[in-house]
């Protein structure tokens, strides 16, 4: 994380805990579900939004699988968030808005 995203996180702790609940969330899944060996996860900051893309080599969703608490997270606490999976990696894009009260899940 930037110099620049990690100051301003300082200042925003609910961002910065809703953040750290989405990593930890996606890194599970992909470990848990998808049997994930390698997880690459990026952060970085615009004016009002942060962005959380997290990489991994595991299996694809199955199609007509439920969705889950890892779903409804993303639901709570994005308003955009985007699930690319290929055959040999998935890609999961998550936008938090930055200085709002986003979700009764964070942690405070």
């Not at 995203?5 to 702790?13: I, K």
């Not at 997290?54 to 890892?70: F, H, K, Q, W």
């Not at 639901?75 to 986003?102: F, Y």
């Amino acid at each position: 994380m930037g110099t620049k995203t990690s100051a301003r996180l300082s200042e925003d702790p609910l961002s910065a805990s809703t953040a750290q609940v989405v990593i930890d969330e996606a890194c599970a899944n992909a470990i848990t579900h998808a049997g994930a060996t390698f997880i690459t996860v990026s952060v970085s900051s615009g004016p009002h939004e942060l962005e959380i893309t997290v990489t991994n080599d595991g299996e694809a969703p199955r199609v007509n699988s439920e969705t889950g608490l890892g779903t409804a997270l993303l639901d709570d606490v994005a308003p955009r968030w985007h699930l690319d999976s290929q055959p040999e990696k998935s890609v999961l894009s998550v936008v938090i808005p930055l200085g709002e009260r986003v979700s009764h899940l964070a942690v405070e």
